[in-house]
């Protein structure tokens, strides 16, 4: 089961810590989302406008997203590929739906932006993502993991075909070997796997 984010003081101490960017015209929204980020702690906080090219190293971005003659700084924000990207939208349409989609935001705030709202996106915002790397790492987890079992059974049918041996046996060769070099059964088996390779060519 999920754990739930409870904001103790530890929590609120590493959100403070957070380097945010905030991409927005300087209008009523840009002044009031700028006051909140202040007044929840956050100290290491940047205005852009109109958006850079590239940010610097920033760990949560804040980005207008709505149809206008300044589209959707895609470029800008994928010079942070690891940061938190919260939308801040004026309209609901499909242009703004998938321009949301496409920078893959965690969190959406509507216009009017009102203050009571700011802290709320944060702390989703930042769960989800914490949610999606940790998603993430199990899923190349098992992904190594699927590609190793895929080696050794390959290494198998070659050790079953080339020494008539049934798979337990196979199995043991490779196990044997490992632990003989002191090496993992996987490293065996890309041996076993590159060897025949060359001599069948």
């Not at 984010?5 to 002044?31: C, M, N, W, Y």
């Not at 609901?92 to 709320?120: H, I, K």
């Amino acid at each position: 089961m999920r754990q739930a984010k409870r904001l103790t003081p530890e929590f609120l101490k590493q959100l403070r810590s957070k380097r945010v960017a905030v991409i927005h015209p300087k209008d009523a929204d840009g002044g009031v989302l700028m006051q909140q980020l202040q007044r929840i702690g956050l100290t290491q906080v940047h205005a852009f406008w109109p958006p850079p090219k590239t940010l610097p190293d920033i760990d949560i971005i804040f980005c207008a997203v709505q149809p206008s003659s300044i589209p959707t700084p895609m470029e800008c924000l994928q010079s942070c590929p690891g940061a938190v990207i919260i939308a801040v939208i004026g309209y609901e349409n499909p242009t703004v739906f998938d321009d949301m989609l496409q920078l893959g935001t965690s969190g959406v705030l509507t216009s009017p932006v009102r203050s009571s709202g700011v802290l709320a996106v944060l702390v989703m915002a930042l769960g989800i993502n914490e949610e999606l790397q940790s998603l993430r790492k199990r899923m190349g987890r098992l992904e190594q993991k699927l590609s190793t079992a895929n080696q050794i059974n390959e290494a198998k049918l070659i050790l079953m075909s080339s020494r008539g041996v049934d798979h337990k046996e196979a199995y043991r060769i490779i196990r044997e070997q490992a632990m003989a070099k002191r090496v993992t059964t996987e490293e065996i088996a890309r041996a076993i796997i590159h060897a025949s390779s060359i001599l069948s060519f």
